[in-house]
C-alpha cells in the first residue's frame, strides 16, 4: 500500500531562516503532489501542486520540488515569519487522476521570533 | 459565505447511536471527498463524489459507514450504530472538478462516549 512520510518531530527555526520541509513516499508513482497548510482547529488549505512532470514550482515565498526518482518532495518557505507557523502536509494523487489524496501526518513549524 | 460549510461544528453522542454529518461544498463544485482526521494524524480519506455519483467508496471503514449526494450539491455522511473508534474530526472538501485544488471546510468534530 502507499506510504507518505513526513518528518513527525517539529521543526523549529528562527524568523528570517529558511524553512524545509521533507516528503517522502514509496509504492506509487503519483500523478501529481499537494501541499497544505492547517492550522489547529482549521479544515487544510491548499498551498501548492506540483506535477509528475515537474522538478520545482514557486508561490512568492514557496518553493515546492518533486523528485520522482527519489520519491521526495521538499517544501520550503523563504524568508520565514512567526505567522508561517502551522502544519504542514504532504498529499500524494493516487487514482490517476481523479484527485484521489492520501495525506501525510504532517510537520509542525514553529517560526521564532 | 462563499467557501465550504460543515455541519455540525461538534457532535457528541452515546455508543450504538447513529449520526448524520453534513457538508455544503462551494456552489459550482462537481467534486466532493470527505476525509477523517484522528489526533495528530493525516487525513483518511474516506470517499469521493464527482456530480451526485461516489466512484470509489474504498475508503469507508466499514458497512456502518455511508455517503450520498444529491442534486450535485449538499452531501451527508451517515455513520450507524457509532462506535468509540469513530471519534475523529471528519472533513469536507470541494473542487472544481477532478485533479483540482481542494477547499476543506471546517470539519465535524465527532466524540463517541
Known amino acids: 500500500s502507499q506510504k507518505i512520510e513526513q518528518n513527525s518531530e517539529a521543526l523549529n527555526i528562527q524568523e528570517g531562516k529558511t524553512a524545509t520541509l521533507t516528503c517522502n513516499y514509496t509504492n506509487y508513482s503519483p500523478a501529481y503532489l499537494q501541499w497544505y497548510r492547517q492550522d489547529p482547529g482549521r479544515g487544510p488549505v491548499f498551498l501548492l501542486l506540483?506535477?509528475?512532470?515537474?522538478k520545482e514550482k514557486r508561490k512568492e515565498r514557496l518553493k515546492v520540488t518533486f523528485d520522482t526518482t527519489l520519491k521526495q518532495s521538499l517544501f520550503h518557505i523563504t524568508a520565514s515569519q512567526p505567522a508561517d507557523s502551522a502544519t504542514y502536509l504532504c498529499?500524494?494523487?493516487?487514482?490517476?487522476?481523479?484527485?484521489?489524496?492520501?495525506f501525510g501526518a504532517g510537520t509542525r513549524l514553529a517560526v521564532h521570533p | 459565505g462563499a467557501g465550504v460549510s460543515q455541519s455540525p461544528s461538534n457532535k457528541v453522542t452515546e455508543k450504538g447511536k447513529d449520526v448524520e454529518l453534513r457538508c455544503d461544498p462551494i456552489s459550482g463544485h462537481t467534486a466532493l471527498y470527505w476525509y477523517r482526521q484522528s489526533l495528530g494524524q493525516g487525513l483518511e480519506f474516506l470517499i469521493y463524489?464527482?456530480?451526485?455519483?461516489?466512484?470509489?467508496k474504498s475508503g469507508l471503514p466499514s458497512d456502518r459507514f455511508s455517503a450520498e449526494r444529491t442534486g450535485g450539491s449538499v452531501s451527508t455522511l451517515t455513520i450507524q450504530r457509532t462506535q468509540q473508534e469513530d471519534s475523529a474530526v471528519y472533513l469536507c472538501?470541494?473542487?472544481?472538478?477532478?485533479?483540482?485544488?481542494?477547499?476543506f471546510g471546517p470539519g465535524t468534530r465527532l466524540t463517541v462516549l
Open positions: 506540483i506535477r509528475e512532470n515537474e
Open positions: 472538501a470541494s473542487s472544481p472538478g477532478l485533479g483540482d485544488e481542494q477547499f
Open positions: 498529499a500524494l494523487e493516487f487514482s490517476g487522476g481523479y484527485n484521489k489524496l492520501i
Open positions: 463524489f464527482q456530480g451526485n455519483s461516489a466512484p470509489d
